[in-house]
């Protein structure tokens, strides 16, 4: 049974939201890892396992919302790390 980090899909939502605001910062694979990684390590993970998904994705939602600050916040600061440090190999 898997198990999986639920903040990730949280922080993938967030962050496409923001980038939609901030068409300025790069999007490629590597800067999108990047921001990701970021974001998540700032953040405290949500481990759920795949059975209880389905039930998790109702608290989870209600969580997201009262975490939406925080979450929005270590999206914000990562964004604008990975754009003032891009790691992306250079063509
Ligand atoms: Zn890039």
């Given at each position: 049974m898997a198990v999986v980090n639920s903040m990730e899909n949280?922080?993938?939502v967030a962050l496409s939201e923001l980038l939609k605001e901030d068409p300025e910062c790069c999007t490629c694979e590597h800067?999108?890892?990047?921001?990701?990684?970021?974001?998540?390590?700032?953040?405290?993970?949500?481990?759920?396992?795949?059975?209880?998904?389905?039930?998790?994705?109702?608290?989870?939602?209600?969580?997201?919302?009262?975490?939406?600050?925080?979450v929005r916040v270590a999206c914000i600061n990562a964004l604008e790390f990975v754009k003032g440090h891009p790691h992306h190999p250079i063509d």
């Open positions: 949280i922080v993938e800067c999108m890892n990047d921001m990701k990684c970021l974001a998540l390590n700032a953040l405290p993970p949500k481990y759920v396992s795949s059975e209880k998904g389905a039930l998790f994705s109702k608290i989870s939602n209600a969580m997201a919302q009262q975490r939406s600050i925080d």
